[in-house]
């Protein structure tokens, strides 16, 4: 049995040959030879434009002080820096060292959480650390509010109830009647 193509079946001719190193090789040389030459044009290119732009800067002002030092540049001693600009702009103000400033704010308020201090000395309100509280709360549980309608437990309610309580159990049931 021979393997013949099928009737109106014929092959249809395909590339015999693959891609040569060559040809390969040639592309990958003429890539470099045009990054390079980009490279030196970008380079060059940049090197006119700041000799462009150092040749038209504007001159300095002969009143303005040397600012080629950065200390010089500052109008305020560096002491006086944050005493100047609380006394000029209100608040809230840019943050000159933002980690420095949270530090200190997450060291105060990890003090107030783990210290005793009076809120107000004249009302004798205090404030207590924080695992001194929750083992209060554990200890005697939170305070629940009275639900709408019912009435707190207070010495005089707790009173009436037992009176009213008192006066029903000493009345005499009433026989109820037959309806008809």
């Known amino acids: ?4 193509p099928q009737p109106g ?9 693959d891609l040569s ?16 030459l980009v490279f030196f044009v970008l ?9 462009y732009d150092q040749a038209h800067q504007p001159a300095q002002n002969p009143l303005a002080s040397d600012t080629s030092n950065p200390e010089a540049r ?3 001693p560096r002491g006086e820096t944050s005493r100047q600009i609380q006394k000029t702009f209100p608040d809230p103000r840019l943050e000159e060292n933002e ?7 997450r060291l105060s308020e990890e003090e107030r959480l783990n210290s005793f201090g009076w809120v107000d000395e004249k009302n004798r309100v205090a404030h ?4 001194r509280a929750m083992q209060l709360i554990a200890q005697r549980g939170l305070p629940v509010h009275p639900q709408a309608g019912n009435t707190p ?14 006066d029903q159990s000493a009345k005499p049931a009433k026989p109820q009647e037959k309806q008809p």
Not at 1 to 4: C, I, L, Q, V
């Open 128 to 131: 207590i650390p924080i695992d």
């Open 74 to 76: 500052r109008a305020v």
């Open 153 to 166: 437990p207070s010495v005089v309610n707790t009173a009436r109830q037992a009176a009213a309580k008192a």
């Open 43 to 51: 380079k060059g290119m940049y090197w006119a434009l700041d000799r």
């Open 21 to 36: 190193p060559r040809a390969i090789l040639a592309f990958l040389v003429g890539l470099a030879v045009v990054c390079v």
């Open 99 to 105: 980690r420095g400033e949270l530090k200190a704010i």
């Open 9 to 17: 079946y014929e092959r249809e001719p395909f590339e015999q040959e």
């Open 1 to 4: 049995m021979t393997h013949d």
